[in-house]
């Protein structure tokens, strides 16, 4: 029988906090009780952030942390342990896109995609994994459509939301039986900065539009599907209809798949 979870005086870190889906969660956990640790890059943001959610009464703490460097993460959680003696719930909520074709995207930026998206979230997880365990806690991992369907022209991208898959997936089997649970979440297209500050082949941001399917959706909706998922403590959230019917259609037909996904996006690799 799945429990049900209550975050009501427990600690959420989430990173990624100072803006887009990683506010969203922050103040939607806070709404419903939860202490929240915001990690962010950077520190201006994430302070603003945090004096926000202040105000809405929420207990907040900011903190500076660069989720690539294993050092900075372990003293945020560190920080975090400190003021509220605990971790309950991990949001591994930080990322960073980029779009380019691969023969036009240098190492160096694949480098840094996985740095974020994956490492962030591997070294995050370490971190906290100790606590969580102690308080029979919650990993949340942000993952997207690209972590289980090919999507052109994002190699580096999609390349790290499968690994997520790969590492929370088997992580889940290895947590069975010690009341930890591992929610990974796959999101569509979301109006946050993320498409906007993508980098290019060349490790610029790109100026070349990103294209979308459907409606993207707000960030305080994808807030309130994840909390809810958290708190029936499901094991994979996919998210919109498209989201649902792109994993379906994946599924059946991955040839139909690619066909149509390639007309939908092979504009944004036009130069």
Known sequence: MRIRRNFTDKCVVVTGAAGGMG??????????????AMLDVQAAAVEAAAGQLALEGIDVLPLACDVSDPGSVVAAMDRVLD???GVDVLINNAGISAR????????????RVMGINFFGALYATKAALGSLKR?????VTISSLAGFSPLLGRTAYAASKHALHGLFDSLRSELRGTGVGVLVVCPGFTATNIGTSALDGDGSITRHPQSTVGRPARP??????????ARKNKRRLVLTPVG???????????????????????????R
Do not use: C, W
């Open 23 to 36: 506010l969203a969660f922050a103040r939607r956990f806070g709404q419903a009780g939860a202490r929240v």
């Open 83 to 85: 003021r509220f003696g």
């Open 100 to 111: 380019a074709a691969f023969e036009q995207t240098r190492l160096a930026v694949f480098h």
């Open 135 to 139: 308080r029979k806690g919650l990993i």
């Open 220 to 229: 305080d909706e994808v807030a309130e599907q994840v909390f809810q998922a």
């Open 244 to 270: 649902r019917l792109t994993r379906l259609v994946n599924t059946l037909s991955p040839r139909l798949y690619e066909f149509l996904m390639a007309r939908s996006v092979r504009s944004e690799l036009e």
